[in-house]
């Protein structure tokens, strides 16, 4: 009775596990060597209680079966909607067609491997293919889980490929001018969203948790927003992160929306209601729509004739001020609500201003005559060899 990891053939990088149990012999192709290590501490534990066998297992099911269990028990429940929609979109795209009948026991490393090729030869971006990695792997990867199979055949395939997932993402935030004139052609022309675009640019919320803000939510003691929620696709959910944070209020934003505050009392007492709504930006009492935003910052870009922009970039261009502003990164990943400090200097170090050259003269400083010892004692050593001679 054992258990042994080999590479086979040698020098391919592929190992097997090779079982010997009550007479009976059986190998089976893993992968990495570490997946084949794992899988074989899992197979001596079965063999130790007794609970492995050698004899023909019934076939379990298909990918396309398990898959669709994985979404609706694991992603639908502890996931956001968006991320349950983008998996089964991402599925019935990219992984169905060629998975879709192949049991999970059945599916292999140089499979994966030729399914994330296809689709980056397709001209997807590397997010799409690593996007397609992602839900392959978590399927196969609850299914290790499940003990329905030994290891995960997706395991750092990508990494091989190099076809990883680049960190940097491209940042075009507006200008102090462009945002001024946004702001200006806002009030003028489309006033009553004024106040929801100044919170946007002076706090970069995103579009959801700006639309689920409520009054309770906003601090005017300490000028602070409480970010608690996000509101999309009808429902009012956590934040993307799952995370609370404050949002700092500048004062010119406490002044709009104490005015929008007075406005929503004097509404509430024309038609005899004694409390306002407790949805700051609301549409009739109802949370806007995120298409009808969307559309109107479309138009108000049209009307100040500003270069066509996605309702994102104001979040980009709030951190982008502050970083060329001389703010600390830190400050900046603490209100945008990161979950890293990595995750800011990966999409925004490039703006931090690198120009104070101050910053390097001061290091002079520490030995200041270090620049002229050098010298001075050259001149003494000449003199020295000058009198010799």
Known sequence: MGVKVRERPKGSGVYWLFITHEGKRKAKRVGTKRAAETAAKKVEAQLALG??????????PSFEEYADNWLETYVRPLRQPATYERYTEILGRHVYPVFASRPIDQIRRKDVKNLLLHVNKKGYSRSVVCLVRDVVSGALGYAV???????????????RLKLERDKRISVEPFNQE????????????????????LCAFRTGMRLGELLALQWGDVDWNRKFIRVERSYKRGLVGK?????????????????????????????ALKIGKGDIVEIVFHKDGRHRAQNSVRNVYKRILKKAGIRNMRFHDIRHTFASLLLSNGESPVYVKEQL?????????????????????????????????????????????????????
């Open 51 to 60: 609970l492995f066998n050698l004899e023909e297992k019934k076939q379990l």
């Open 145 to 159: 889980d499940d003990e329905l199979i030994l290891a995960n055949p997706v395991t750092g395939v990508l990494k």
């Open 178 to 197: 462009e945002v001024d004139l946004f702001l200006k052609t806002c009030a003028e022309k489309f006033s009553e969203y004024y106040t929801f675009y």
């Open 239 to 267: 934040t993307k992160n799952g995370r609370s944070r404050n949002v700092d209020m500048s004062d010119q934003l406490v002044r709009a929306l104490k005015d929008l505050l007075t406005h929503r009392k004097r509404e």
């Open 337 to 389: 609500g990161h979950s890293s400090i990595q995750m800011t200097v990966d999409i925004y170090g490039h703006l931090i201003p690198s120009s104070n050259r101050q910053a390097v003269n001061r290091l002079d400083g520490v030995q200041p005559s270090a620049t002229y010892l050098q010298p001075e004692k050259t001149n003494a050593r000449n003199s020295l060899e000058l009198q010799a001679f």
